[in-house]
């Protein structure tokens, strides 16, 4: 079986400072991992992916996840955040030969200017 | 490239009436198709999955049905609606290492 925890279900952050949101996955076996980003009543877009290689994953709108097996984390992280960054995140695994994909329950970052 | 079409973008019922919802994808061919359920803190929730024509796997028991009558159409159905089905429906195909790729979602409210 496979699951994800997002432990903050509110981030706020002020505009230019640095964020991290958390996110853990439980799973037998090898991994897929996402970010997924949601604005008000809006579908999700992804972010960003780790498939394989290199633990350092960078994706759109500057923000990174560092793979990290030994602590089963996925964080996500951003040095300077802006307003428009404000919206819902979601992380996301699949194990290796599961067909689906489950989320956690997503962390709210509020970004205050 | 691929594109995923869900409608309406909202939805008003009263309860006890039928739904039907809608989803297509193009550019793509034998997805693997989904419906999410999004209620308010409490994340997505898989409802159905499919991997092919007619073939339909639900995930939780619920007053709504799902069929994929085409290769790349999946719609969601409920022939009698609960206050309890009101949510932001989101429809999703899966693509390399079924990474997915969303609809816009349809907001429901059964009144």
């Known amino acids: 079986a496979q699951s994800v925890t997002q432990l903050d279900s509110q981030v706020p952050v002020f505009e230019e400072a640095p964020v991290e949101l958390r996110c853990n996955y439980s799973?037998?076996?090898?991994?897929?991992l996402f970010w997924y980003v949601q604005y008000p009543n809006q579908g999700l877009q992804l972010l960003l992916k780790?498939?394989?290689?290199?633990?350092l994953v960078k994706g759109i709108n500057g923000f990174e996840a560092e793979f990290n097996k030994s602590q089963t984390s996925f964080h996500l992280r951003k040095p300077s955040v802006h307003i428009s960054d404000t919206a819902e995140y979601f992380c996301?695994?699949?194990?290796?030969?599961?067909?689906?994909?489950?989320f956690g329950t997503g962390t709210k970052l509020q970004v205050i200017p | 490239s691929q594109t995923i079409h869900q409608w309406p973008a909202t939805l008003v019922q009263p309860v006890g009436s039928p739904l039907s919802l809608e989803c297509t994808v193009e550019?793509?061919?034998?997805?693997?198709l989904y419906w999410y359920r999004q209620a308010a803190g409490r994340g997505l929730q898989l409802l159905f999955y499919?991997?092919?024509?007619?073939?339909i796997s639900s995930e939780v028991p619920q007053n709504l049905s799902a069929s994929r009558p085409q290769d790349r159409q999946f719609i969601l159905s409920s022939k009698k609606l609960l206050l309890s089905d009101s949510g932001f429906y989101l429809c999703?195909?899966?693509?390399?290492?079924?990474?997915?790729?969303f609809g816009a979602g349809t907001r429901l409210s059964v009144l």
């Open positions: 780790y498939l394989s290689g290199s633990t």
């Open positions: 499919s991997v092919g024509i007619g073939q």
């Open positions: 999703a195909w899966g693509g390399g290492a079924d990474i997915q790729y």
């Open positions: 550019g793509t061919s034998n997805p693997n």
């Open positions: 996301a695994v699949r194990s290796g030969g599961y067909q689906k994909v489950t």
């Open positions: 799973s037998s076996v090898s991994v897929y």
